[in-house]
């Protein structure tokens, strides 16, 4: 705890922020290509979570709770009601076609989707990880070069999912 000059209250050196509400989420279909095997095409109602930690500020916060809300309803926005599918995999081939619908080849099967409900996302499995991993690099380009270090949990299910951390600063 640091005490301010002049006698002020102390404040903590260092806080995690946690922001876990409901609004935070998302719906979408997908399929993951597993070593085990390739998952049916399925959905689920998502969950976000974040936390955010760091050095206390002389005003007594961390970050200001309104833009990490802010930057986790837009990344959720930008999935929700649509099919989430990989453009980074070895194992998936995604065509845009010209008539506005997007082809999807993983072996036998064979997906045409509208483009419109289609978010087409620069990862190598639709898993929760890489779900994760893609939703924490939005966030943080939206918090820019916040002083924070972030953690973010994808959930698919209640008790089901995945949490990604940045990496902690040198030093």
């Known amino acids: 705890m640091s005490s301010p000059p002049g006698g002020s209250a ?29 998952e049916p095409l399925h959905g689920h109602n998502y969950r976000v979570r974040l936390r955010a930690s760091g050095a206390v500020r002389g005003d007594g916060s961390v970050v200001d709770f309104a833009s990490l809300k802010a930057a986790i309803a837009a990344e959720c926005e930008a999935l929700d009601h649509s099919v989430l599918l990989p453009t980074g995999s070895a194992r998936v081939v995604v065509s845009e076609r010209g008539d506005g619908h997007v082809e999807v080849r993983e072996g036998e099967r064979c997906f045409v989707f509208p483009r419109a409900e289609v978010r087409l996302l620069p990862i190598v499995n639709t898993t929760c990880e890489c779900l994760a991993g893609h939703l924490l690099a939005g ?5 820019g070069e916040a002083p924070v270090r972030l953690e973010l949990s994808v959930e698919e299910s209640p008790g089901q999912g995945a949490t990604v951390a940045e990496a902690p600063a040198p030093g």
């Open 10 to 38: 102390p404040r903590p050196d260092h806080a995690v922020l946690e922001v876990d509400k409901p609004v935070h989420g998302f719906a979408a279909a997908h399929f993951s290509v597993l070593d085990e095997g390739t």
């Open 139 to 143: 966030v943080r380009r939206r918090l």
